[in-house]
Antibody, heavy 115, light 107 residues
Framework: EVELLESGGGLVQPGGSLRLSCVAS????????MDWVRQAPGKGLEWVST????????YYVDSVKGRFTISRDNSKNTLYLQMNGLRDEDTAIYYC????????WGQGTLVTVSP | DVQMTQSPSAMSASVGDRVTITCRAS??????LSWFQQKPGKVPQRLIF???SLQGGVPSRFSGSGSGTEFTLTISSLQPEDFATYYC?????????FGQGTKLEIK
């Protein structure tokens, strides 16, 4: 059974940093690109970032470019999202996922950016 | 970048009704479109992938159609458990994009 377990969310002040982690199990992690998707309170789903299987290629939504960095450690079956320069509008549940051709979702971790 | 325009943003319907939700893409995305259902406080669940393929375990009252730039999700006979928010997703190219969502409420 596929499992994606996120951690690292919490309360942070504007301008601060957080690092989200996602440990994967139940599938061959190194064979799948991976995604982060977020959902602000009461709002819709927003794709944030994708990393390819090797970690060499990354994609970002414009609103996080230059502030967020996606990475992975295939030896640890772990996906990361380093978030710097956090803003109020980054407040959301962040889901580790593989969407598109296949469909895996974690339960999400809440990031709250507030003074 | 591909923009997804989903309509309506909200609607009310009754049990047994036939419901259609539409997503329009700003450019041709071939068949690379999925539909998700999300209930409050829950993780999104994929219903349809590749425009019209039904996810395993999803009731057959859900169906998808379309190609290119216009896509529809149809629920043939609404059941009480179908009242939720629905999203489309284009995965033809990056950046991926979700539609804005359709909140389906009980009339």
């Amino acid at each position: 059974e596929v499992e994606l377990l996120e951690s690292g969310g919490g309360l942070v002040q504007p301008g601060g940093s957080l690092r989200l982690s996602c440990v994967a199990s139940g599938f061959t992690f190194s064979s799948q690109p991976m995604d982060w998707v977020r959902q602000a309170p009461g709002k819709g789903l927003e794709w944030v970032s994708t990393i390819n299987k090797s970690g060499a290629i990354t994609y970002y939504v414009d609103s996080v470019k230059g502030r967020f960095t996606i990475s992975r450690d295939n030896s640890k079956n772990t996906l990361y999202l380093q978030m710097n320069g956090l803003r109020d509008e980054d407040t959301a549940i962040y889901y580790c996922a593989r969407i598109g051709v296949v469909d895996f979702w974690g339960q999400g971790t809440l990031v709250t950016v507030s003074p | 970048d591909v923009q997804m325009t989903q309509s309506p943003s909200a609607m009310s319907a009754s049990v047994g009704d036939r419901v259609t939700i539409t997503c329009r893409a700003s450019q041709d995305i071939s068949k690379y479109l999925s539909w998700f259902q999300q209930k409050p406080g829950k993780v999104p669940q994929r219903l349809i992938f590749a425009t019209s393929s039904l996810q395993g375990g999803v009731p057959s009252r859900f169906s998808g159609s379309g190609s290119g730039t216009e896509f529809t999700l149809t629920i043939s006979s609404l059941q009480p458990e179908d009242f939720a928010t629905y999203y489309c997703l284009q995965y033809y190219n990056y950046p991926y994009a979700f539609g804005q969502g359709t909140k389906l409420e009980i009339k």
